[in-house]
Nanobody, 123 residues
Framework: QLQLVESGGGLVQPGGSLRLSCSVS????????VAWFRQAPGKEREGVSC????????DYADSVKGRFSISKNNAKTTVFLQMNNLKPEDTAVYYC????????????????WGQGTQVTVSS
């Protein structure tokens, strides 16, 4: 099965930047859409961004538009989430997920999930 590993989380001051990575070891992501979700303590998981299998289309939650950017590397082995102008409300565990479509809301359930990486935005 597809295994996803997130990395790149950490502590950053408000206004700072982080780049998260979601990587696969033995498969490419050519045939999977990949999404980033986040979950803060006491809150439900929310979709942040997703990218289609081709990498030609992306989507973002309203709360991160203009600040976050999702992309794939050329080999389609890694999906990145570049997070700029971070705010305290961005603090959460961030998860990547792979599935058939790029969708952040609705009934679609992604097939594969990573273990998560902690992002903390605080001064």
């Amino acid at each position: 099965q597809l295994q996803l590993v997130e990395s790149g989380g950490g502590l950053v001051q408000p206004g700072g930047s982080l780049r998260l990575s979601c990587s696969v070891s033995e498969f490419t992501l050519n045939y999977y859409a990949v999404a980033w979700f986040r979950q803060a303590p006491g809150k439900e998981r929310e979709g942040v961004s997703c990218i289609t299998s081709s990498g030609r289309s992306t989507d973002y939650a309203d709360s991160v538009k203009g600040r976050f950017s999702i992309s794939k590397n050329n080999a389609k082995t890694t999906v990145f989430l570049q997070m700029n102008n971070l705010k305290p409300e961005d603090t959460a565990v961030y998860y990547c997920a792979a599935g058939g479509v790029c969708r952040l809301s609705g009934n679609y359930e992604y097939d594969f999930w990573g273990q998560g990486t902690q992002v903390t935005v605080s001064s």
